[in-house]
């Protein structure tokens, strides 16, 4: 059985690496200061108190002889911590520091003793290492070193804390995530990135949550707009088998009515699902609006003189765009459909088309019954109906309008709605002359 591997949490291998750095910075800093200090200051100062020396001791020498000498030789010892040795030739004269041997750790400095009518001696002088002057300023700053660094690696520590524990919240609900919790939020805070990552993970996880809930939506509105002329057609068909219907021309128009039903359905789940996957397969071309709006309003001429409701076109000849005339006349036959369905005896729908610069607005307005404001932002919400009743008699499939706003987005158009209860209802929508590239 292999050992298990400790893993570290983020803020201890923040607060170890920078413990770390640190440590290497001070390092780097110290050996680079030391190596200032011995080339450049602990040099001349070295020269310098050598030539102090020499100065002294020939100073000494000229007014004392060498019976001066020794007091001064061990007063500068003294207070230079340096060992001096007096040779006459090849014979120790003085030497501060006896019984040792006649040798410097460090190059000596070498000057003569001389004055007129005096013998000449050669004078050797050992200075102290200048690294000890550098290790002393070193030992120091070593207390204020310390707590330097203890100070460093707390505010490294409330820093790593403050990026960690965010973190570690995200990791967790992460983990919730992905095992399915899309309710799971996250508390935005920590510095700018972190935060912006929470804020970004509850935006993605309120969108999921979203789209979810609309996937369970869309099963349970499928299986409802199903269940009806599927129980229809049930019926209608075992009361053909057991002999309690006759195959007439009323009951085969109802069957037939629940079938053209179905097929819609089906036709608009198809197309929600193209327009979903950006698959609509559009082919663009040439497209006169005001001509399309002129053979929609045609095509419902007889349902809205049946019903009392008149439709004019208000457009400019040769307002064109560059666009899918199937899926476009797809759109506007769907709202004049709705604007029909919902506007009474005597009531009257208008179709317009303007260019605006570089596109061309339709609108579709009629003298209906309106939309309260409640509902306006979920007019194009798939399977969404106004009326809460769900009947078909005053609703289609409820995605018309969820597809009619896919198409105009998908031409890179816009699509909109302005109501009023009792005042009737104007949905637009706006396409570029030239199609998307």
């Not at 002057?133 to 403050?162: C, K, N, T």
């Not at 919400?381 to 009743?389: E, G, I, K, N, T």
């Amino acid at each position: 059985m292999s050992p298990r591997r400790i893993r570290l949490g983020i803020w201890p291998h923040l607060l170890l690496t920078a413990a770390v750095g640190i440590v290497i910075a001070m390092g780097v800093i110290g050996y680079g200061a030391n190596r200032a200090y011995s080339r450049t200051y602990a040099q001349r100062q070295a020269h310098s108190e050598a030539t102090n020396i020499a100065y002294l001791l020939n100073q000494v020498y000229t007014y004392e002889g060498s019976a001066g000498l020794q007091g001064a030789l061990s007063k500068l010892a003294k207070e230079y911590r340096a060992r001096v040795i007096v040779y006459a030739g090849n014979a120790v004269v003085l030497d501060t520091a006896p019984g040792h041997p006649p040798t410097c750790n460090q190059k000596p400095f070498q000057f003569p003793l001389a004055t007129p009518g005096m013998p000449v001696y050669q004078v050797l002088l050992c200075l102290p290492d200048p690294n000890l002057g550098f290790l002393a300023i070193l030992r120091a700053l070593l207390l204020p070193g310390v707590l330097g660094l203890l100070g460093a690696l707390a505010a490294v520590l409330l820093v790593s804390r403050r990026i960690a524990v965010p973190l570690a919240g995200l990791a967790r609900a992460a983990q919730r995530f992905g095992e399915g919790d899309l309710t799971i939020r996250v508390p935005v805070r920590g510095p700018g990135e972190i935060a912006d990552v929470a804020a970004e993970f509850n935006r993605m996880a309120q969108g999921l949550e979203e789209g979810q809930r609309q996937r369970q939506a869309m099963v349970a509105d499928v299986a409802h707009e199903l269940r009806t002329p599927l129980t229809v057609l049930r019926g209608y068909v075992e009361a053909l088998k057991d002999g309690m219907a006759e195959p007439d021309a009323d009951t085969l128009g109802v069957i037939h009515e629940e079938a053209v039903h179905l097929q819609k359905l089906v036709d608009d789940l198809q197309d929600l699902a193209q327009a979903d996957a950006a698959d609509l397969g559009l082919q663009p071309g040439p497209l006169d609006v005001t001509d399309i709006l002129q053979s929609t309003a045609a095509g419902f001429h007889l349902q809205a003189e049946a019903k009392g409701v008149r439709i004019e076109v208000s457009a400019e000849p040769g307002v064109a765009v560059t666009a899918d005339r199937r899926r476009i006349a797809q759109v506007i036959h769907n709202l004049v459909a709705n604007a029909l369905r919902y506007t009474a005896d005597g009531g009257e729908i208008r179709l317009a088309a303007q260019a605006l610069r570089d596109i061309v607005r339709v609108d579709v307005t009629d003298t209906g019954v309106g939309i309260a404001a409640e509902h306006l932002p979920h007019v194009f919400d798939r399977f969404y109906r106004v009326d809460p009743s769900r009947a078909r008699e005053t609703g289609g499939s409820g995605l018309g309008l969820t597809i009619a706003r896919r198409i105009v987005e998908a031409h890179g158009g816009t699509m909109g709605v302005e109501s009023a209860v009792g005042r009737g209802t104007r949905f637009w929508f706006t396409l570029p002359r030239r199609a998307p590239t």
